[in-house]
C-alpha cells in the first residue's frame, strides 16, 4: 500500500513537444505529491509539489494535474526542452514524514 | 547558502578499508538524512537524524555507522563493505522532521567497493 508506481520507465520526447510522466499510489494518507528532477553525477532536486485538495499546479512549463479519486497525478513539461533531459522521480508523504519515491523516469529530450 | 555539500564525490575503497564520507549544510536545517541509490533506482532512506540525535535506522548494516557532531555535519563511516555496497551516496537536510515537504540533497558520494 506504500508504493508508487510510475510510468513510463523512460521517455523520447522532440524538442518543443510535451512531456508526461504519471504515478499512482494507493494510500489515500498520503497528503503531499512532490516531484523530483535528477541530473547525471547529482542528486534530486525538489521541482514542483501538490497537495491533494488541488486538482492542479502549474510553475513555468511545469504542471502537477492531480486526479484525488482516481489516486493518480501526472508531470507535464511543456515547450520540452534538451536541458530537461533528466531522470524524474514522483514521491509520496504522509505529514512530510517517510517519502515513497516512484521507480523513475528517464526522460530524453532531442533535438 | 542554499547547498548541502558532500566529499569526497568519489571514493574507491577496498573491503577491509574504513572511510568516511562528509556532508556538510549551513542552512539551518535541524534534520539530515543519508540516502543510497542503486543506477537507476530511487534513493533509499538509510539514517535520520533529528536535532543531532538518530531519529531512524531503517535497518542498515553495521559496517554503516552514521555520526552528527554538529547541526551542519553529518558523517557516515564505512568499514568492511561489500561489492554490493557500491552506489551513490546521498545526504539531504530539511528544516525539521519533515523531509517529506521537500529536501534539499546533495550531490552525493560515487561509492565503489573493489
Known amino acids: 500500500q506504500q508504493q508508487v508506481k510510475q510510468s513510463p520507465q523512460s521517455l523520447i520526447v522532440q524538442k518543443g513537444g510535451i512531456s508526461i510522466i504519471n504515478c499512482a499510489y494507493e494510500n489515500t494518507a498520503f497528503d503531499y505529491f512532490p516531484w523530483y528532477q535528477q541530473f547525471p553525477g547529482k542528486g534530486p532536486a525538489l521541482l514542483i509539489a501538490?497537495?491533494?485538495?488541488?486538482s492542479e499546479k502549474k510553475e513555468g512549463r511545469f504542471t502537477i494535474s492531480f486526479n484525488k479519486s482516481a489516486k493518480q497525478f501526472s508531470l507535464h513539461i511543456m515547450d520540452s526542452q534538451p536541458g530537461d533531459s533528466a531522470t524524474y522521480f514522483c514521491?509520496?508523504?504522509?505529514?512530510?514524514?517517510?517519502?515513497?519515491f516512484g521507480t523513475g523516469t528517464k526522460l530524453q529530450v532531442i533535438p | 547558502d542554499t547547498e548541502v555539500t558532500q566529499t569526497p564525490k568519489h571514493l574507491v575503497m577496498g573491503m577491509t578499508n574504513k572511510k568516511s564520507l562528509k556532508c556538510e549544510q549551513h542552512?539551518?536545517?535541524?534534520?539530515m538524512y543519508w540516502y543510497k541509490q542503486k543506477a537507476k533506482k530511487p534513493p533509499e532512506l538509510m539514517f535520520v537524524?533529528?536535532?543531532?540525535?538518530?531519529?531512524i535506522n531503517e535497518s542498515v548494516p553495521s559496517r554503516f555507522s552514521p555520526e552528527c557532531p554538529n547541526s551542519s555535519l553529518l558523517n557516515l563511516h564505512l568499514h568492511a563493505l561489500q561489492p554490493e555496497d557500491s552506489a551513490l551516496y546521498l545526504c539531504a537536510s530539511s528544516q525539521e522532521l519533515v523531509g517529506g515537504y521537500g529536501y534539499t540533497f546533495g550531490s552525493g558520494t560515487r561509492l565503489t567497493v573493489v
Open positions: 537524524y533529528s536535532y543531532e540525535k538518530l531519529s
Open positions: 542552512m539551518g536545517h535541524r534534520a
Open positions: 501538490i497537495r491533494p485538495d488541488v
Open positions: 514521491a509520496a508523504t504522509h505529514k512530510g514524514k517517510k517519502v515513497t
